[in-house]
């Protein structure tokens, strides 16, 4: 997508943009779980702010026991949240788009900062975008005899990377291999950058960084597709391994079957390392460990080879990544070690399995449902401490937030240059 800048007159300070972000995730879900608080269903306000977001951070997490005994329309309502935050991430991306590294800018404007009113534009183009692409998923579903009610919702769902569903299991929804496929292809819509169609139809530049980044993710998914094809096939039905892929590298966690749960770990480090940028998925992103994981051979090729020169160029592009870039990557992964640990430890003291800990902490923090395919699908919410529900809404947002507000807020400090 191409932006035009314009006069930097008007432009906000960047703390005062990260602070307005914050105040959104803190409040917009405080405002979104009122339906939930005087529904008939009596729930606390805790619980009623636990769901709403788990829905606004694209998590998933849910206090209802039973999907099929919610009123529709507040079914509609978990799924239109999910759908408010999907849009908020993507508004976040491009109202602290003048403070991203080079290499990611360059995938999606050639310009380098947006005034107030460039900012106006860009979003209504994304909004339009985003709810293009809904209805397409939705038209889709009902194409494959997906009854409309629940096409409505999970088109919403994912779009934005969600995990709320209308009925309890993603199974009775899809009885069909044919329908098991055409979800795998739509869950990766949110795998790859929001802008990856509209510059496949209306990219009229020779500039190929604008699609590098969404490259590197067609090759890396074709080469898990092989893998999986190869090694893990052989017993079982492809289809649905096909689809626990898409759910766990676009972030969204759901799972067919409980049949490939001995893969849970696997698709554990698919959730971990996530899908685009410019995308409403969670993760660490692909690119980030493809650059770190290339500068580090080229670094050790250095040492052993000091006579060679080795670039440091990414691949399917005309983009070099720095030292600067490369301590921005590393320390995003540092401070999701942190949160892991951190939350980890505090969730074994409140006496959760050290096992249901560990994946708790990763599908917190990568904003992915629970489900059979990481071994946790009957995790109870419902009954969750209270303290440990707080814990959780803190670091849902934290996990959805990290890369906008806090690795920026260290930077300021870490990295002055």
Excluded: C
């Excluded at 183009?125 to 209805?135: D, R």
């Excluded at 301590?327 to 006496?351: A, M, P």
């Amino acid at each position: 997508m191409t932006f035009k800048l314009r006069s930097p007159d008007d432009k906000p300070n960047i703390f005062n943009k990260i602070l307005t972000i914050l105040l959104g995730y803190v409040t917009l879900p405080l405002i979104l779980s009122i339906p939930f608080y005087f529904s008939i269903y009596d729930l606390t306000f805790i619980n009623s702010l636990f769901e709403s977001v788990s829905g606004f951070t694209s998590t998933g997490f849910s206090t209802f026991e039973n999907i099929k005994h919610i009123d529709q329309s507040l079914i509609i309502w978990r799924s239109s949240i999910q759908w408010i935050g999907g849009f908020y991430f993507l508004f976040s991306i491009i109202f602290l788009i003048d403070i991203y590294d080079d290499s990611l800018k360059k995938s999606l404007t050639n310009f380098i900062s947006f005034n107030n009113s460039e900012i106006i534009k860009q979003t209504i183009k994304i909004f339009v975008l985003y709810s293009s692409l809904t209805i397409l998923i939705f038209l889709i579903l009902n194409l494959f005899d997906v009854r409309t009610f629940n096409s409505f919702n999970l088109s919403m769902t994912l779009i934005s990377s969600g995990g709320f569903l209308p009925v309890n299991e993603i199974s009775s929804i899809l009885v069909t291999d044919v329908q098991k496929l055409i979800f795998s292809f739509l869950m990766l819509i949110s795998y790859f950058s929001i802008f990856f169609i509209y510059n496949l139809i209306f990219f009229k530049d020779n500039n190929k960084d604008f699609f590098y980044e969404d490259f590197h993710l067609v090759f890396y998914l074709i080469i898990l597709l092989s893998v999986f094809f190869i090694f893990f096939s052989f017993n079982s039905n492809f289809i649905d391994l096909f689809f626990m892929i898409s759910s766990s590298i676009s972030n969204i966690g759901f799972a067919p079957s409980s049949e490939h749960s001995y893969l849970s770990f696997i698709f554990m480090m698919l959730v971990i390392i996530g899908g685009s940028f410019f995308s409403t998925s969670s993760g660490l992103r692909f690119i980030r460990i493809y650059t770190l994981l290339k500068f580090s051979l080229n670094q050790m090729l250095s040492f052993s080879k000091p006579r060679n020169i080795f670039m440091s160029k990414l691949a399917f592009s005309n983009i070099n990544f720095n030292f600067e870039v490369i301590n921005k990557y590393f320390l995003s992964i540092l401070v999701f070690i942190i949160s892991f640990f951190s939350l980890t430890i505090i969730l074994s003291f409140f006496n959760i399995d050290f096992e249901q800990s560990i994946k708790l902490s990763v599908l917190t923090l990568m904003n992915t449902v629970n489900s059979s395919a990481y071994g946790i699908s009957d995790f109870d919410f419902q009954n969750l401490h209270f303290l440990n529900k707080y814990l959780l809404i803190i670091f849902m947002i934290i996990g959805r937030i990290e890369l906008l507000t806090i690795f920026l807020i260290l930077k300021k400090y870490l990295f002055k240059n």
